[in-house]
């Protein structure tokens, strides 16, 4: 412990140690002094019941973001199996016509014959953005126009479910980085604000109680000597 | 005068239906449209997924028409409302559950809005009610 730190310990211990004098503060275990005073008491009681509202909302978005998460993974799952099916049928296709072609179909499809139309977006999943880049083909009528109608089709289909699944796969990401975001808040209100709020509030309490059983030891007193006088 | 834990405290109760649009459009609208957008509360876009629109409109038909997004209320502890007449018909026909033709609000439970948002992910929306939560 430095020297610094351990000035800050006496201090503190003074601090709480020492009676409370009228119109000075009272120290916390942790967080900022309080001043022993009504309003400040309201205050503290405004904040307790703000705090705990909004910690209810967060659980809530926190249950309801974590049904959209089942829901986006029970989807990504439905997805990749379709997207398996598909691919296996165009990939067989595709040696097919590869040993019927020869690579010029390849070559055909690299040199951009058949264009990719590539469209951008963003979804917004209970205050989640999702960006989303949907590909699919422009324009298959090169494809078409050798015969192979089929194959175009089987390709678009494909390319629309890999973008389904990427956008499944990307949402899942997000909401779960949302959900751990909101569970710290949730976490901090829980375990920090609202314990901390609950603490000033009963040593104001218990700061009032005191001044009062003081004064009523005073008039107490003050009745006793004036008895004394009669 | 609100002291910074009150002021950050408001904010996050205002953010909680951030993903609320401005203003619905009706489906009839949504169909016609190139791109199916709207604008929300928070400034930003959200496009309705076209493969949901048509669904929508094969589910109710060409005469009737619809106001989107279908909002699902949170009621809190796991309950969940849609109410009009519309969105009714439609979420009860999706879901397969039995109602009387008078209803105008149905109830759903979190398997069914689990099972809802999968299959209408983009035209549907959660509204999270404080006054309701904090009941």
Avoid at chain 1, 73 to 102: D, H, N, T, W
Avoid at chain 1, 136 to 151: I, K, M, P
Avoid at chain 2, 6 to 25: G, S
């Amino acid at each position: 412990m430095s020297q610094k730190d351990l000035q800050r310990y006496q201090e503190d211990v003074k601090f709480i140690s020492g009676p409370c004098e009228k119109g000075g503060s009272v120290e916390v275990s942790i967080g900022p002094q309080v001043r022993p005073t009504k309003t400040e008491l309201l205050r503290l009681k405004r904040e307790l019941r703000l705090a705990t509202k909004v910690k209810d909302v967060l659980s809530e978005r926190l249950l309801v973001l974590t049904n959209e998460l089942m829901a986006r993974i029970k989807e990504a799952k439905l997805v990749r199996r379709k997207l398996y099916q598909e691919l296996r049928g165009a990939c067989l296709k595709y040696l097919f016509l590869r040993s019927y072609y020869g690579s010029g179909l390849a070559s055909a499809i690299k040199r951009g014959v058949v264009p990719l139309e590539i469209d951008e977006y963003v979804e917004n999943l209970l205050g989640v953005k999702i960006p989303i880049l949907k590909v699919g083909l422009e324009d298959y009528a090169a494809l078409e126009r050798v015969g192979l109608e089929d194959y175009a089709k089987d390709l678009a289909r494909l390319l629309d479910s890999l973008s389904e699944l990427i956008r499944a796969e990307n949402a899942i990401k997000l909401i779960m980085a949302e959900i751990w975001k909101t569970r710290r808040k949730v976490n901090a209100l829980d375990y920090v604000v609202i314990p901390r709020l609950k603490s000033n509030i009963k040593k104001i309490s218990m700061k009032f109680d005191e001044r009062e059983r003081e004064e009523k030891a005073r008039l107490k007193q003050v009745k006793a000597m004036l008895g004394e006088e009669r | 005068m609100s002291s910074t834990l009150e002021r950050l405290l408001e904010e996050e109760l205002r953010l909680a239906n951030k993903h609320l649009p401005y203003r619905k459009i009706s489906l009839r609208e949504a169909l016609s449209r190139e791109r199916p957008e709207m604008i929300l509360r928070d400034g930003s876009r959200h496009m309705l997924d076209r493969k949901e629109l048509n669904l929508l409109r094969g589910l109710l038909g060409d005469d009737r028409d619809l106001e989107l997004p279908i909002i699902i209320y949170y009621l809190g502890r796991g309950v969940y409302m849609v109410s009009g007449r519309e969105n009714v018909a439609i979420i009860s026909k999706i879901l397969g559950k039995e109602r009387s033709s008078e209803s105008d609000r149905v109830y759903l439970s979190r398997p069914e809005v689990i099972d809802l948002r999968m299959i209408l992910r983009t035209t549907t929306t959660i509204v999270f009610a404080p006054q309701a939560v904090g009941e």
